[in-house]
Structure formats: structure tokens, C-alpha cells
């Protein structure tokens, strides 16, 4: 079976475009996560879906930044007015709805905001 | 809030060497708990998870007990290969941290490299 993947693997934006980033889970996989890292640190959560819901997006840095999963699979992150401090790796993760949290990722999305 | 402090690197070891990556959180509730590796090149991969105190999550020859009393959850091996070089990344999922998600909080990663 196929793992998680992202679309595109790379970005370069220059600095006030918008981008979207998308990510395919695991089929059945109800928990879908986002997270950003920027380079040389560890990941940081950025967003939640359950199904279509999206249940926390405590850790979305700025309104600039929006993320949807329409129909509880793909899921888009949307970032408008880019700036430079966007620039890091976006990682999507899934998982069945479990209580232990073990997370599936996808490969990133490496955006370069120039 | 929930954090987790691994130990700096870069961590150079010889091949056969004894591998010890300290890792210890603070949680607002009852957390599990995981490394995970990326190696050069690829995503994060779970290397091995515990769920409760006084588990042992083991893969790979790697081991990390879980331990409430210290706080801790250090990664161990007991000889390294050139293939374990990667960055390992310790981290925590509390059901309690947010609103009802269960949100990794990573550390900031710690870089193995193992020379022949």
C-alpha cells in the first residue's frame, strides 16, 4: 500500500505569492496533521483534521495560512502573501484514530521563499 | 504547555560504538512517547514508541524505556552501524494537549553520524 504523499516536493515562491501545498494520506486514515520545520529543528504542528473537521489549527502561525480537506482525504495547506520566514519544509502526517498518536509522514514539501 | 529536550549534536561515533541519546519532556497529562528517525534524504520514519511507564519500545536494536519518575525516555544502542547515521527525533503525543488532537511535539533533533 501506498504511504503518504505530497505534492509538490519542491517550492520556490518569490516573496507575496501564494502556494498550495498537497497531501494524499494513507487511505482509511482518519487523523490528518500538519506540520512545518524549519531548518535544523524538529517539526512543529501547525493544523488537525478528523474526516473533513478541522479540529485545531492552534499552531497556524498567521491568517495567512489556511488548510481544508473538503471531502476527509486530500488535504490542501494554503499560504497567501508569502514572506521569507515561510521558507521551511511542510510535513503531512496521518494516522487511524488511535490513542497512542503514532503518525505516518509524508515526504515534506520544501518551500523556498525568495 | 508540552516540550521535549533531546540532547545537542552532532553525536560522531565509531562504528561499534554505545549509542545514548538522552531525552526528557514535560507533559500536561499522560503522554506517549517516540523517537523518530530521518535519514538523509527520506522522511520521518517511528523508530519505536512507548505508551505507558516502564515500557520498553525496541526496533532495529535500538531500545528507549519510558520512565514518569525522571521524565525521560533516552534512545540506546549497543553498537552502532555506519547505515544508523540520520537525525533522531524524540517526541510526545498528549491527548490532553490540545483540542482533542494528538499532536506530536518534537524535539529539536539530534544528528548521528557513525564513521567506519
Known amino acids: 500500500g501506498a504511504g503518504v504523499s505530497q505534492s509538490p516536493r519542491y517550492k520556490v515562491a518569490k516573496r507575496g505569492q501564494d502556494v498550495a501545498l498537497r497531501c494524499d494520506p494513507i487511505?482509511?486514515?482518519?487523523?490528518l496533521f500538519w506540520y512545518q520545520q524549519a531548518l535544523g529543528q524538529g517539526p512543529e504542528f501547525l493544523t488537525y483534521?478528523?474526516?473533513?473537521?478541522?479540529?485545531?489549527k492552534s499552531g497556524l502561525p498567521s491568517d495567512r495560512f489556511f488548510a481544508e480537506r473538503p471531502e476527509g482525504s486530500v488535504s490542501t495547506l494554503k499560504i497567501q502573501r508569502t514572506q521569507q520566514e515561510d521558507s521551511a519544509v511542510y510535513l503531512c502526517?496521518?494516522?487511524?484514530?488511535?490513542?497512542?498518536?503514532?503518525?505516518?509522514f509524508g515526504p515534506g514539501t520544501r518551500l523556498t521563499v525568495t | 504547555g508540552n516540550s521535549v529536550t533531546q540532547m545537542e549534536g552532532p553525536v560522531t561515533l565509531s562504528e561499534e560504538a554505545f549509542l545514548t541519546i538522552n531525552c526528557t519532556y514535560t507533559?500536561?497529562?499522560?503522554?506517549?512517547l517516540f523517537w523518530y528517525v530521518q535519514y538523509p534524504g527520506e522522511g520521518l520514519q517511528l523508530l519505536l514508541k512507548?505508551?505507558?511507564?516502564?515500557d520498553k519500545g525496541s526496533n532495529k536494536g535500538f531500545e528507549a524505556t519510558y520512565r514518569k519518575e525522571t521524565t525521560s525516555f533516552h534512545l540506546e544502542k549497543g553498537s552502532v552501524q555506519v547505515s544508523d547515521s540520520a537525525v533522531y527525533f524524540c517526541?510526545?503525543?498528549?491527548?490532553?494537549?490540545?483540542?482533542?488532537?494528538?499532536?506530536?511535539?518534537f524535539g529539536k533533533g539530534t544528528k548521528l553520524s557513525v564513521i567506519p
Open positions: 502526517a496521518s494516522s487511524f484514530q488511535t490513542t497512542d498518536g503514532e503518525q505516518y
Open positions: 487511505s482509511g486514515h482518519v487523523s
Open positions: 483534521f478528523q474526516n473533513e473537521a478541522q479540529l485545531d
Open positions: 507533559a500536561t497529562g499522560y503522554p506517549s
Open positions: 512507548a505508551t505507558k511507564a516502564d
Open positions: 517526541a510526545l503525543s498528549d491527548l490532553y494537549s490540545g483540542a482533542g488532537s494528538y499532536q506530536l511535539t
